[in-house]
């Protein structure tokens, strides 16, 4: 599966370095950008109240739109403001060609309607994919952007070498953030691996995941996934965080799983740098669709 060039855990399996790939991913995207002329390419973030998560999230994800030679406009608005407000500011932007990509950093604070929100923004400028059209276009195979988390972990396989096509796959948890795209990444034609969508009521969890080539973890519980759920070989792909009195966690068992496992991502440093990664490449990619360069 691997390549001894690949940095390894002490246990002997590929470590899938999400910082890495994601800086590799912004680099790619500005010498695109820089070849076609550097055409303009927007990114408009939106930040409701005063979430310092929130806020560290969105400063990440403007400073590395800068460094793909995009333009980053930020609309910051406070944790009060009532929801026609808001979403006048979302339907101004959604309105304005200057602006390629869209993101709604959630959550929203308390009494604001989210779903509302994500229903202003047009499927090509909705560059997390969380809008249900743009989740009918994934269903449908059309063109569109994929939710950012689930297409990283798909990068971070591609870049490591993770053999997919005929493999069972498990992904833990049934969100329509990841786990329910995930499987339909997994599971269409060119991925072709056959994925299971595992959650709290699939019984014995651990002979589940025992079966399969590729886990991606994805509920949110600190440590879920021990030794004892891994074939050894498979590729384990940690999306969920925990926040604990030892600070955050995944949803695997790193220091148990990386002893058995043949490649596995750490947290932090994995899925989650991939995230701000794959946001570029959707926004790339919505610029191209709305008629910025062809």
Known sequence: MAEEKWERTPGGAVLMDGNRLRDELVVDLKGRIEALGNPHVCLATVLVGDDKPSQIYVRNKRKKAEEAGMVSRHVELPGDISQPDLEAAVRDLADDPSVHGILVQLPLPDGLDAERILDLLPPEKDVDGLTE????????????????????????MERYGVETAGKKAVVIGRSTLVGLPQVLLLGRKGCDATPTLAHSRSGDLAAICREADIIVAAVGVAGLVTAEFVKPGAAVLDVGISRTADGIQGDVDFDAVQAVAGAITPMPGGTGPMTIGCLMENTFNAARMQGAFA
């Open 133 to 156: 059209r743009s989740m009918g276009r994934l269903l449908r195979g059309r063109d569109g952007h994929v939710p950012c988390t689930p297409l990283g972990v798909m990068r971070l």
